[in-house]
């Protein structure tokens, strides 16, 4: 359920017109519903309701201060796959014994950052990290808490660019070598290993990857405590799909993945860990954008807006459909097909190729759904278009929680090299 609704002929964020926030901020802004965050939070928590379980919301998804501050009110944990994901989790009152650390190339300063937190656990991916890690507790005189993320060559389904689960991805320890791994580990004096960690991809819409996963893990798990490995968490990741065409994907809601998890791992005695981002953020959240131009090409129309692929790239990276409606609801019946595209010079800056919208003309603003979740995180400056304001909406009221930076804000992280400058030159 979204948070962003008709009223009165216009398109409300809770109880805040849309075209408010573009009379405030300008467009393309980045919209957030403080309510739909906290639904989405706790839909997914109760559906682990009475099992010991780790809500570590994935910052990567959407990492803006004001969402991990909603979030962290609420209870969330945080997984982080930076040290400047660690840091903004942080800073925004997340406690560092709910935040985990993912990601497969993880550096010495990182690590120090992390430890000096004193972080719940380590999600390592390889033996070399392993004994990185050892080494930098060494120097702090500390035990690491670890996990494995273990790759159980699971086919996640989705898009490739998206699947991680699989043997040839880049992602956690070969199945094969898996406890080896934790055998080594245990000799590790500055190590202590407490978790089993699996992620195998994002935007899955069907729950036969994830029982595959869990059940394969299990297995390793049983393995591992019998040959005496203290093994107390059980991070089953991320990925849970959403719906972003009300048409046709239909993804399994949080309480049936909840169900199956617990189903999977009832006699386990294991603290649950996940890592939902999508699922927490992603439709609470919207792009607004106005149209600059229609244009009437050879044999179709485009409707040129001010957004661009460096504002939202899912479509360029991952050929993602994301619903767009006008903010205006018009009495009119009249649609036409529209290539939506952005300013960008690039032939990939289209969002959406003959979609079928009510007929707009230049200044109508449109929104483009779904976009809470690796939209404002995933953009860029490319053409010199600085990053879009994000904007949260609690109720009545509206917050600018990320400004857009002015052209001098963006030019002055830059200078001429020294032997350009006039002073060199005068020398
Ligand atoms: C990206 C990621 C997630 C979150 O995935 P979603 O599909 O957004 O739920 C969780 N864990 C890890 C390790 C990730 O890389």
Redesign the pocket.
């Known amino acids: 359920m979204r948070h962003f609704n008709y009223k009165n002929g216009e398109l409300y964020a809770e109880d805040v017109p849309l075209r408010d926030i573009a009379a405030k901020t300008g467009t393309p802004v980045y919209i957030y519903s403080t309510a739909t965050l906290e639904r989405h939070f706790n839909v997914f928590t109760q559906a682990f309701a009475g099992r010991k379980a780790l809500v570590a919301y994935?910052v990567?998804?959407n990492s803006n201060l004001g969402v991990l501050a909603t979030l962290s009110k609420m209870g969330a944990g945080a997984?982080v796959?930076s040290g400047g994901e660690l840091a903004r989790a942080l800073s925004a009152g997340i406690p560092s014994t709910k935040i985990v650390f993912?990601?497969v190339g993880k550096t010495r300063p990182e690590m120090d950052m992390a430890l000096k937190a004193g972080i719940k656990v380590f999600?390592v991916e390889s033996l070399a990290e392993l004994h990185v890690l050892n080494e930098r507790a060494g120097v702090m005189k500390l035990k690491a808490p670890i996990a494995f993320?273990v790759n159980p060559d699971v086919s996640a389904g989705g898009h490739e660019k998206?699947s991680?689960g699989k043997a040839e991805n880049k992602?956690g320890i070969a199945w094969s070598r898996a406890q080896a791994a934790y055998a080594e580990a245990a000799k590790l004096p500055h190590i202590e290993i407490i978790g089993v960690?699996v992620?195998i991809?994002?935007?899955?819409t069907e729950l036969t990857p994830f029982k595959a996963a869990i059940e394969k893990v299990g297995g390793l798990i049983k393995r591992l405590r019998a040959q005496g490995h203290n093994i107390k968490s059980f991070d089953v990741?991320?990925?849970?799909?959403i719906p972003y065409n009300s048409d046709n994907d239909v993804p399994p809601g949080p309480d049936a993945y909840g169900r199956l998890v617990k189903q999977l791992t009832a006699d386990m005695e294991i603290e649950l860990i996940f890592?939902?981002?999508?699922?927490?953020?992603?439709n609470a959240g919207v792009l607004l954008s106005r149209v600059i131009y229609v244009k009437q090409g050879e044999d179709r129309k485009f409707a040129i807006l001010d957004a661009a692929m460096n504002d939202l790239i899912r479509p360029a990276l991952y050929d993602a459909y994301h619903e767009i409606e006008p903010v205006m609801q018009t009495t009119s019946d009249l649609r036409s097909l529209y290539d939506v595209v952005g300013p960008v010079c690039e032939t990939g800056d289209t969002f959406a190729k003959q979609r079928s919208l009510p007929d707009l003309k230049a200044d109508d603003l449109v929104v483009f759904h779904s976009a809470g979740?690796?939209g404002a995180v995933l953009s860029s400056q490319y053409n010199t278009r600085p990053l879009i304001p994000e904007v949260m909406v609690n109720g009545a009221e509206f917050s600018v929680i990320r400004q857009r930076p002015s052209l001098e804000d963006m030019l002055s992280l830059e200078s001429m090299p020294d032997w350009l400058s006039a002073t060199h030159n005068a020398v």
């Not at 991809?201 to 899955?204: A, D, L």
């Not at 981002?277 to 992603?282: E, K, L, T």
């Open positions: 994935s990567k998804a997984d796959v993912s990601g999600n993320r998206i991680t992602f960690d992620h991809g994002s935007q899955i990741g991320g990925g849970l799909g890592e939902p981002g999508r699922m927490i953020a992603g979740a690796y």
